[in-house]
């Protein structure tokens, strides 16, 4: 048997971290998929063939004691066999076209397609379900994970989450995202205990800026659908000072957000922070120019789409 999936990264229009702690985010899933085939073979080995690593082992090593960011995929398959009663193994081949460690929703969309081509083998599976299998397989990498970006990657489009609630925005909003990359991984892992700390050494102040992210998000959603760029550039640029209160922002980010915002209607970190990627709003006559601007300045830049398929199998 053999089966395939493939799911959309994502970016974090407004709310990343703030959304772990209960406040409101909006997520687009964008047009950069990760496509994942899963076959049943006789041997009772996982194996996993990707970019980042090759893995090849037997079903009775526990996730946690792997040490490898192919854990997610490897937990999925070892889940999956269980479930079914599967006698045999399963190998997994990823091929993607989201860059790594960046804040677009890579690994997201790994454990959404992983979760849907390895169900796949045995049963068609629901869309409920193939969330649920993806947010507890990133949960063994990032286990304070909000489940925010297993949900955009599984239902595509524009969502609005709160609290392991969402829902997908009944829109196709009218501007365009550019998506400038620092190039400077991130581990999400890491940068969230860093907030966890921050939120315990700044009890008080913590809690006003959750208030404050929550009326931006907020205010947010009513601009987007009155495609009100100017605005929504704004409050990109107020949850940006937010970002950078919590500390999770640097020289190169602060200089490329400095630059994005001269040019675009607003930016802001994407995703952890620390690195990553940086998203800023345009519309259509100001795309070019930020992308030609970052080009010959020697940084990665480009212009996305909303992806509305959300995850699909095949
Ligand atoms: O892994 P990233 O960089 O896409 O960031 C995920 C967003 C966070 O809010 C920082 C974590 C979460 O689980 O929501």
Sequence with gaps: MKSSASAPGKIILLG????????????????????ISAETIPQRTITIESEIGK?????????TELDSP????????????KKYNHKGGIAIKV??????????????????????????????PDRQSILRLAVEAEKTIHQNTSGADCAVC???????????????MDIVPDFKIAIVNSEIEHSTGDIVSHVKQFKKNNKRQFSEMLNKEDKLVNDALLLIKKNDLAGLGRIMTENQ??????????????????????ISFGAKITGAGGGGCIIALNNHTKIGKIIDHFHKEGIECFSTEIDFRGVNTF
């Excluded at 950078?244 to 490329?256: C, F």
């Design 55 to 63: 893995l090849s082992i037997k079903h009775d090593i526990e996730p």
């Design 154 to 168: 599984t239902h595509g489009g524009v969502i609005e989450f709160k609290s392991d609630k969402f829902t997908k």
């Design 70 to 81: 192919l854990r997610p995929l490897y937990h999925l398959a070892r889940e999956i066999t």
């Design 16 to 35: 990343e971290h703030f959304v772990i702690y209960g406040a409101r985010a909006i997520l687009c899933a964008i047009d950069r998929r990760v496509s």
């Design 95 to 124: 091929k993607s076209d989201i860059p790594a460690g960046v804040g677009l929703g890579s690994s997201s969309a790994c454990c959404v397609a992983g979760a849907a081509a390895i169900s796949a083998l045995f049963e068609e």
């Design 241 to 262: 000072l937010l970002l950078d209160m919590l500390g999770i922002s640097n020289q190169t980010l602060k200089m490329i957000i400095r630059i994005a915002n001269e």
